[in-house]
């Protein structure tokens, strides 16, 4: 994974993000940041206080996902 100042940061309930879906870019905010093994967004998330990863609701469709950091840009950054 190549080095990019927008990804794999550190995210807060709020922040505007956005991702890629079925090849389109979609736009979100972030719900929460979990850093557990949980339920979330109709699935099971692997994640821990070394892996977080962030519950987000789209836009567009208003349905959640999870994804990991490294996934989401922050789109208050250029």
Same mark, same amino acid.
């Given at each position: 994974?190549? !080095?990019?100042? &927008?990804?794999?940061?550190?995210?807060?309930?709020? &922040?505007? /993000?956005?991702? =890629? %879906?079925?090849? =389109?870019? +979609? *736009?979100?905010? /972030?719900?929460?940041?979990? +850093?557990? @093994? *949980?339920?979330?967004?109709?699935? *099971?998330?692997?994640?821990?206080?070394?892996?977080?990863?962030?519950? /987000? @609701?789209? &836009? #567009?469709?208003?349905? %959640?996902? /999870?994804?990991?950091?490294?996934?989401?840009?922050? !789109? #208050? #950054?250029?």
């Amino acid at each position: 994974m190549g !080095k990019d100042s &927008d990804r794999g940061e550190e995210l807060s309930k709020g &922040d505007e /993000v956005a991702w =890629s %879906s079925h090849g =389109s870019e +979609t *736009t979100g905010k /972030v719900e929460k940041k979990i +850093t557990r @093994r *949980t339920e979330a967004a109709g699935r *099971t998330v692997d994640a821990s206080e070394e892996e977080p990863q962030y519950e /987000v @609701r789209s &836009d #567009k469709s208003g349905r %959640s996902a /999870v994804h990991k950091p490294s996934a989401l840009k922050n !789109k #208050k #950054k250029k």
